[in-house]
């Protein structure tokens, strides 16, 4: 089974400054894929970056970027030009890649980090 | 595109009463997923339909969760009786296809008293 863990609760920065979300995870599987949902006091989960595996570019998403490290099973999230509205709780989220088998592709979570800036 | 529609918003119920929950996917979205996200964790998935057909509900409690698809569009998940531990945020998401990432309701905030 698949596991997701995210070892800073929480976290705070100044407005406009840098700020790293850590991830690790763990699979036995090659090919797999990897989220960031943001999640506001108004509960939605809001899809920030995606990453496929078998990529080697880092993806990037206008201020959001990660650092994925597919030997040592890392996916940290970098926020740049911090703003207020990037307040919020943060997951990272590991999914299998279907092979056109019959059965469960799921979303698998970890605990998230809770992240505020502050003007 | 409208995006996922749950309701209601909140529910507040007494401890061994009953509760349902509503949930309109985005349109073509054959995939369904009923979350439980419990205070201060990451979402735990409950149950998931492909079409009107369940593919995974092995961290579903059975003995008093119940959901269903009916015609492969939207879905309700109830919960009878419910227990003081059942207080929770219930998200609903839906996908397109396989591999493709997954598209969140507001969820329902659910208070047992």
């Known amino acids: 089974a698949q596991t997701v863990t995210q070892s800073q609760p929480e976290m705070s920065v100044q407005e406009a400054e840098t700020v790293t979300l850590s991830c690790t995870y763990d699979t036995s599987e090659s090919n797999y894929y990897l989220f960031w949902y943001k999640q506001p006091p108004s509960r939605q989960m809001i899809l920030v970056i995606r990453?496929?595996?078998?990529?080697?570019q880092n993806a990037t998403e206008n201020r959001f970027s990660v650092n994925f490290q597919k030997a040592a099973k890392s996916f940290s999230l970098k926020i740049s030009d911090s703003q207020l509205g990037d307040t919020a709780m943060y997951f990272c989220a590991f999914m299998k890649h279907w092979r056109g088998v019959q059965g469960a592709q799921k979303l698998v979570f970890g605990q998230g980090t809770r992240l505020t800036i502050n003007p | 595109e409208a995006g996922v529609a749950q309701s209601p918003r909140y529910k507040i119920i007494e401890k061994r009463q009953s509760v349902a929950f509503w949930c309109n996917p985005i349109?073509?979205?054959?995939?369904l997923y009923w979350y439980q996200q419990i205070l201060g964790q990451g979402p735990k998935l409950l149950i998931q339909?492909?079409?009107?057909?369940?593919?995974?509900d092995s961290q579903l409690p059975k003995d008093r969760f119940s959901a269903e698809r009916l015609k492969g569009v939207d879905s309700t998940l109830k919960i009878q009786p419910a227990k003081l531990e059942d207080s929770a945020v219930y998200l609903c998401?839906?996908?397109?296809?396989?591999?493709?990432?997954?598209?969140f309701g507001n969820g329902t905030r659910l208070t047992v008293t």
């Open positions: 990453q496929e595996a078998y990529k080697q």
């Open positions: 998401a839906s996908s397109s296809y396989y591999n493709s990432p997954l598209h």
């Open positions: 349109s073509g979205h054959a995939t």
């Open positions: 339909f492909q079409n009107n057909g369940v593919v995974d």
